[in-house]
């Protein structure tokens, strides 16, 4: 309060003096420092007298606590009712009540400091929410770097033991990723990214456990220990994604260590990858059962020179080898049976019959001999996956 130094009581009265009511305050807060009472008690004192609202100035200095306040990592509810008691508190004891001979004084000192108090409850606010969106910046700053240092193997055991345990992963053990892959990208914060990350923090708790997009994709990081997380993931991704005809999901292989982490991201996201482009009816694919795809793309001039020498021969055919490269594949996906993949292709038996001998006569290759079927087979997958003949 102007002319007053602290610790005075600032009200002129017998009542008592800032200190006594700012830790009244606090306590009936729930034993918080409310360190930014006494100034607002001195607010307080001089509207009480001018009848002036706090001028810009007074309410930075509250904004100014309010982010103060947040940076300790005091409650709101906390800040607000120790602000709201200081009110209460100082009330009978201000000098403009003290002074008032007539009710309609009284009215006016009690409009005024009300006003007062309401404008700098809402600075206070203020202050408190812009410290904490910054606090949340920074944190989600710094957690997205950490995933993607994570997903990139760019953390060693030791950096990795560092920021791990703040984002909830134990840095020694085996994990598994899981990665979904949808119409429209996924993003943090979006409705599936969260309420999927809310299902398992529920249902598994913070430990071991990580959701969060990258690149588009929704990611599950998890414990190999944890039992169920990877299908609570895909149940709980299915049912939010609804009946988008896009989504695809891969389920890494468990690996140990920080490198371990990387190399079960890549292998989902190569599942979903493979699974995209070769069309598989399935939405939930398995690194572990697409190895072989995986040897296949390690060689590419390898499977590159097998797709041309076994299938090469099919762009003979008139229009070129689309039409028969599909009914290739749809048999090899339908396990070999010709009436569901002649279902898939939407044509009769007969025609696809009739596809597979013209195969067999420009190819070479029957498919009733088992080395030149698994050929056949593996030249087809290779060439979905190299977009062949394009």
Same mark, same amino acid.
């Given at each position: 309060m102007a002319g007053h130094r602290q610790g005075d009581d600032p009200r002129g009265t017998a009542g008592p003096g800032v200190p006594e009511v700012a830790a009244r305050a606090g306590a009936d807060a729930g034993g918080v420092r409310a360190e930014w009472v006494p100034a607002y008690l001195a607010l307080l004192a001089e509207v009480s007298l001018t009848g002036r609202g706090p001028d810009a100035a007074a309410l930075a200095r509250v904004r100014a606590s309010g982010e103060a306040a947040a940076r300790d990592g005091l409650p709101l509810r906390a800040v607000i009712d120790a602000h709201l008691s200081a009110t209460w508190l100082a009330w009978p004891d201000l000098p403009g009540v003290a002074r008032a001979r007539?009710?309609?004084?009284?009215?006016?000192?009690?409009?005024?400091?009300?006003?007062a108090a309401d404008r700098s409850a809402l600075?206070?606010?203020? %202050?408190?929410?812009?410290?904490q969106r910054l606090v949340i910046r920074r944190e989600? %700053?710094?957690?997205?770097?950490?995933?993607?240092?994570?997903?990139? %193997?760019?953390?060693?055991?030791?950096?990795?033991?560092e920021r791990a345990e703040r984002f909830g992963l134990r840095p020694t053990g085996g994990h598994v990723v899981c990665v979904a892959e949808g119409g429209r990208p996924f993003y943090d914060g979006g409705p599936v990214a969260r309420h999927v990350e809310a299902a398992l923090l529920s249902r598994f708790g913070v430990r071991d456990l990580l959701v969060a997009t990258k690149e588009g994709l929704l990611v599950c990081v998890a414990d190999d220990h944890a039992e169920g997380v990877t299908r609570a993931f895909v149940t709980h991704t299915e049912e939010l994604a609804g009946d988008d005809p896009a989504l695809r999901i891969g389920v890494g292989r468990a690996h140990p260590g920080p490198a371990g982490i990387m190399r079960s991201y890549e292998e989902a996201r190569g599942v979903v990858t493979f699974a995209r482009r070769l069309e598989l009816p399935e939405r939930v694919q398995n690194a572990a059962d697409l190895l072989v795809l995986q040897v296949l793309l390690r060689d590419n001039a390898a499977i590159?020179?097998?797709?041309?020498?076994?299938?090469?021969?099919l762009r003979a055919r008139r229009g070129g080898p689309g039409v028969l490269l599909d009914t290739l594949f749809a048999y090899f996906t339908s396990g070999g049976v010709a009436t569901e993949a002649a279902r898939r292709l939407h044509v009769g038996v007969r025609t696809v019959t009739y596809r597979l001998d013209r195969v067999r006569t420009l190819t070479g290759h029957d498919l009733d001999h088992p080395i030149q079927r698994h050929a056949l087979e593996t030249a087809t997958l290779g060439a979905r996956l190299l977009g062949w003949p394009g």
């Amino acid at each position: 309060m102007a002319g007053h130094r602290q610790g005075d009581d600032p009200r002129g009265t017998a009542g008592p003096g800032v200190p006594e009511v700012a830790a009244r305050a606090g306590a009936d807060a729930g034993g918080v420092r409310a360190e930014w009472v006494p100034a607002y008690l001195a607010l307080l004192a001089e509207v009480s007298l001018t009848g002036r609202g706090p001028d810009a100035a007074a309410l930075a200095r509250v904004r100014a606590s309010g982010e103060a306040a947040a940076r300790d990592g005091l409650p709101l509810r906390a800040v607000i009712d120790a602000h709201l008691s200081a009110t209460w508190l100082a009330w009978p004891d201000l000098p403009g009540v003290a002074r008032a001979r007539r009710v309609d004084q009284l009215r006016s000192v009690g409009q005024a400091v009300l006003k007062a108090a309401d404008r700098s409850a809402l600075a206070l606010v203020e %202050g408190y929410e812009t410290a904490q969106r910054l606090v949340i910046r920074r944190e989600e %700053g710094l957690r997205r770097e950490f995933i993607d240092d994570l997903l990139h %193997g760019r953390l060693t055991a030791g950096t990795l033991a560092e920021r791990a345990e703040r984002f909830g992963l134990r840095p020694t053990g085996g994990h598994v990723v899981c990665v979904a892959e949808g119409g429209r990208p996924f993003y943090d914060g979006g409705p599936v990214a969260r309420h999927v990350e809310a299902a398992l923090l529920s249902r598994f708790g913070v430990r071991d456990l990580l959701v969060a997009t990258k690149e588009g994709l929704l990611v599950c990081v998890a414990d190999d220990h944890a039992e169920g997380v990877t299908r609570a993931f895909v149940t709980h991704t299915e049912e939010l994604a609804g009946d988008d005809p896009a989504l695809r999901i891969g389920v890494g292989r468990a690996h140990p260590g920080p490198a371990g982490i990387m190399r079960s991201y890549e292998e989902a996201r190569g599942v979903v990858t493979f699974a995209r482009r070769l069309e598989l009816p399935e939405r939930v694919q398995n690194a572990a059962d697409l190895l072989v795809l995986q040897v296949l793309l390690r060689d590419n001039a390898a499977i590159t020179e097998l797709v041309e020498t076994v299938l090469g021969p099919l762009r003979a055919r008139r229009g070129g080898p689309g039409v028969l490269l599909d009914t290739l594949f749809a048999y090899f996906t339908s396990g070999g049976v010709a009436t569901e993949a002649a279902r898939r292709l939407h044509v009769g038996v007969r025609t696809v019959t009739y596809r597979l001998d013209r195969v067999r006569t420009l190819t070479g290759h029957d498919l009733d001999h088992p080395i030149q079927r698994h050929a056949l087979e593996t030249a087809t997958l290779g060439a979905r996956l190299l977009g062949w003949p394009g």
